[in-house]
Each structure stands twice: as structure tokens, then as C-alpha cells.
């Protein structure tokens, strides 16, 4: 069974960065693509950025495109999320999850079946 751990959230100043960081455990990550979603207090689950499971295809929801980047290092079961100019929007807790495929979209959240904890970015001065 695959578990997801996601790290390194926290309390960041508008303008700042952060990186975000999935592991697994249980199973390989490499016949997963992975996407990270994210969910404000009030506010539906977004979707943020997907992977392929090779890493050759990224996809971005328009409200971080040019600011966040998607990578994974297969060899260490583990997948990030650089997070650059960081805005008050982008107040929220993080999720990972994990879709048995070639690759994922994040408007299909339902398509992943194994999804993280969570970790808490908060972006605020």
C-alpha cells in the first residue's frame, strides 16, 4: 500500500519561497504520476500541478504558472514542489496524491487514489 508523507510547509512572508516535498513508502513512486492540490479554509480543492511518472510532462494551473515548479527524483521515492513569489492566495494546506498511470490531471482529483496528510503553507507578513 503506497503512503504519502508530505514536508515543508510553514510560515512564509509574501515574496518567499518554499519547497514542498512528497515521500512515499509502501510502493514504488515511479508507476504514479503525482499531482499536489491544495484546499483554503471556505474554498473548494484545488488543483495545483501534476507530474508524469517518468517526470517528461508537468501541467500548472494557471495561478501558479511561472512561479511554482513540479520535479521528482524517482531514486528517492519522492516528489517536490519549488514554490517561488509567494502570495497570500496561496494560503493553504498542500496535499500530494498519487495516480496508478502514465500521468494525471489535476481537474481530476478523483482520479488519485492515494492522497498525503497535508502539510500548511501560510503566506503572510
Known amino acids: 500500500q503506497l503512503q504519502l508523507v508530505e514536508s515543508g510547509g510553514g510560515l512564509v512572508q509574501p515574496g518567499g519561497s518554499l519547497r514542498l516535498s512528497c515521500a512515499a513508502s509502501?510502493?514504488?513512486?515511479?508507476?504514479?504520476?503525482i499531482g499536489w492540490f491544495r484546499q483554503a479554509p471556505g474554498k473548494e480543492r484545488e488543483g495545483v500541478s501534476s507530474?508524469?511518472?517518468?517526470?517528461?510532462?508537468?501541467n500548472y494551473a494557471d495561478s501558479v504558472k511561472g512561479r511554482f515548479t513540479i520535479s521528482r527524483d524517482n531514486a528517492k521515492n519522492t516528489v517536490y514542489l519549488q514554490m517561488n513569489s509567494l502570495k497570500p492566495e496561496d494560503t493553504a494546506v498542500y496535499y500530494c496524491?498519487?495516480?496508478?498511470?502514465?500521468?494525471?490531471?489535476?481537474?481530476?482529483?478523483?482520479?488519485?487514489?492515494?492522497w498525503g496528510q497535508g502539510t500548511q503553507v501560510t503566506v503572510s507578513s
Open positions: 496524491a498519487a495516480h496508478f498511470g502514465p500521468f494525471g490531471s489535476i481537474s481530476s482529483p478523483d482520479a488519485y487514489a492515494y
Open positions: 509502501g510502493s514504488a513512486l515511479g508507476v504514479y504520476a
Open positions: 507530474i508524469s511518472r517518468s517526470g517528461g510532462s508537468v
